[in-house]
């Protein structure tokens, strides 16, 4: 196949996928960065639209960063947030995995779909589910099973905790979610690796922890980083549970709202609405991505994982 032909064929299977991120990427994202030189507000199209401020909602968005402590708070929320949160995704749905590889298969799978309950609920009766077990009164499950054993005398508003009650809470809610999608990735990938390697192990002597470590976790390690990738993305955009808890005032506003909670308060919240500083935001979210997303790929070394077949195809 000569380099013509290579090209044809390799755009006809990518130019599908190209036109996906076309409309659903770059030009939403091209008219985020527009928006964002604009001082839009409450959606009037006509009036700002054509109005530019240049770099203001970015000078404005240092400035709170600066000198304003709700700003600060939601800053580091969001590093806490996705910090945490994508240890428990990562190694959570690695060991799940693990532990119902060696298992029997029955017995696997039911404990593979008791974990895929989260998932596969939606998202608002699931943060329902936690608003009332986390509730700060005598109707919260939690509070109520530790009254009952005689632990505290007077319900705990768990979610009102500053700082560590709304962090506990949205990463508990939101890691439990995300251990199934690894989960699920990881199981498929341990399914591939040939049972005879796991057979001449324990032949030899090996210990499930030392065919863990020696064995399945080296050879699924590009799945590890696929994971790791693609859950620190997600967890930066993520702000669907999170909202629901902060509205239903389980969580605490200053402590609960990351910054993609925060960029969707300031678009489409209550009160007066600044698209164009929430389009700023956008845009820095988004360059937080690209750049964590390419640190990730360089020091887990993803180029070693892509490279050229040794025949020819």
Do not use: C
Not at 68 to 76: E, G, R, S, V
Not at 116 to 130: D, K
Not at 161 to 185: D, E, K, Q
Not at 288 to 300: A, D, E, Q
């Amino acid at each position: 196949m000569n380099s013509r032909e290579k090209i044809k064929t390799l755009s006809f299977f990518l130019f599908p996928m190209i036109i996906m991120i076309m409309l659903f990427y770059l030009i939403p994202l091209l008219i985020t960065i527009y928006i964002s030189f604009t001082d839009m507000k409450n959606w009037n199209v006509e009036k700002y639209l054509n109005n530019f401020v240049g770099l203001f909602n970015y000078e404005k968005l240092f400035y709170m960063f600066q000198h304003d402590p709700t700003f600060k708070a939601i800053i580091l929320t969001t590093i806490v947030f996705i910090g945490i949160t994508l240890i428990i995704n990562v190694f959570g749905g690695l060991l799940l995995s693990l532990f119902t590889y060696f298992i029997d298969e029955k017995s696997g799978s039911f404990f593979r779909l008791l974990w895929l309950l989260p998932r596969m609920t939606p998202i608002a009766v699931y943060s329902l589910i936690w608003y009332y077990f986390f509730h700060g009164s005598k109707i919260g499950t939690l509070n109520s099973i530790l009254m009952k054993l005689g632990i505290i005398s007077n319900p705990i508003p768990w979610g009102q905790i500053i700082p560590w009650g709304a962090w506990t809470i949205i990463i508990f809610v939101n890691g439990l979610v995300g251990i199934s999608f690894g989960m699920i990735v990881f199981t498929s990938a341990l399914n591939q690796i040939p049972k005879e390697l796991i057979i001449a192990a324990r032949i030899d002597g090996a210990s499930t922890w030392d065919i863990s470590r020696k064995i399945l976790i080296p050879l699924i390690k590009w799945h590890l980083l696929y994971v790791l990738t693609w859950q620190f993305l997600s967890l930066l955009t993520t702000y669907s549970h999170i909202f629901l808890l902060v509205e239903w005032n389980l969580v605490d506003n200053s402590y609960g709202t990351t910054l993609a909670l925060y960029v969707f308060n300031t678009a489409f919240g209550k009160g007066v609405l600044d698209q164009g500083l929430a389009s700023a935001a956008a845009v820095v979210l988004s360059i937080i991505g690209i750049i964590g997303g390419i640190i990730t790929l360089k020091v887990l070394k993803f180029d070693k994982m892509m490279k050229k077949p040794k025949g020819e195809i």
